[in-house]
């Protein structure tokens, strides 16, 4: 019998960074240790600096949130927060290149004036997810029946079915296993050990 490999979260065993979201904090873990965000590295800050000044939009939201001309490492952390909360097994910075962005559960989605700017919805295969597209595929990875997920989505089943099949030709996918893969990989569900 083959065991299945221990997956690790970047940073973990590689040179790789990931930023997450603990009890509100920032921490980073890299060279196999977790940090707070307060003992980035200098590289690191560097490579998110350069990612703020590439986007106006960013850097235009970040000074409405934090306008205090001494608040730079403020806006940095606000930044990691936003684009890079959530822990997953993707290096956020890798190489030293920075990954996009990765969905998580922002206590403030839905309701943040700087939602779709700061953060990011994930892509697939480069072709962006839309939030009623996440919704349905994290409805979808549970044991909820059709009927009752698309009740839950408030759509009448025959558009959920014409719904999920666009999505799942959107993917290059064809059945719920495979869709459950996808959502796992770019953050939407998390498996519980």
């Known amino acids: 019998m083959t065991q299945s490999p ?10 790789a960074t990931e930023f997450y979201i603990s009890d509100d904090n920032v921490q980073i873990i890299e060279n196999n240790r977790i940090i707070p965000f307060s003992e980035i590295s200098d590289i690191n800050i560097q490579i ?6 590439s986007d106006q939009a960013v850097q235009i939201e970040l ?5 205090n001309p001494e608040d730079n490492f403020i806006r940095l952390e606000q930044f990691v927060r936003c684009r890079f909360g959530g ?17 998580w559960e922002c206590p403030k989605r839905g309701n943040c004036q700087s939602e779709g700017i700061l953060c990011k919805l994930p892509s697939y295969n480069g072709k962006p997810l839309e939030l009623n597209e996440i919704k349905l595929l994290q409805l979808t990875a549970t044991n909820k029946t059709n009927e009752v ?7 009448p089943l025959g558009s959920f079915h014409k719904i999920k099949k666009t999505i799942y030709k ?4 064809q059945t719920k296993q495979e869709a459950v893969v996808i959502s796992f990989f770019l953050n939407l569900i998390q498996f519980n050990n």
């Open 149 to 155: 997920i698309a009740e839950d989505l408030d759509l």
């Open 87 to 103: 822990l997953d097994y993707q290096a956020d910075i890798k190489d030293g290149i920075l990954q996009q962005g990765e969905y």
């Open 6 to 15: 221990i997956k690790t979260y970047a940073g973990m065993g590689c040179s």
């Open 170 to 173: 959107k993917l290059g996918i």
């Open 63 to 67: 000074l409405k949130m934090h306008p």
């Open 48 to 53: 998110l600096n350069n990612e703020i000044e």
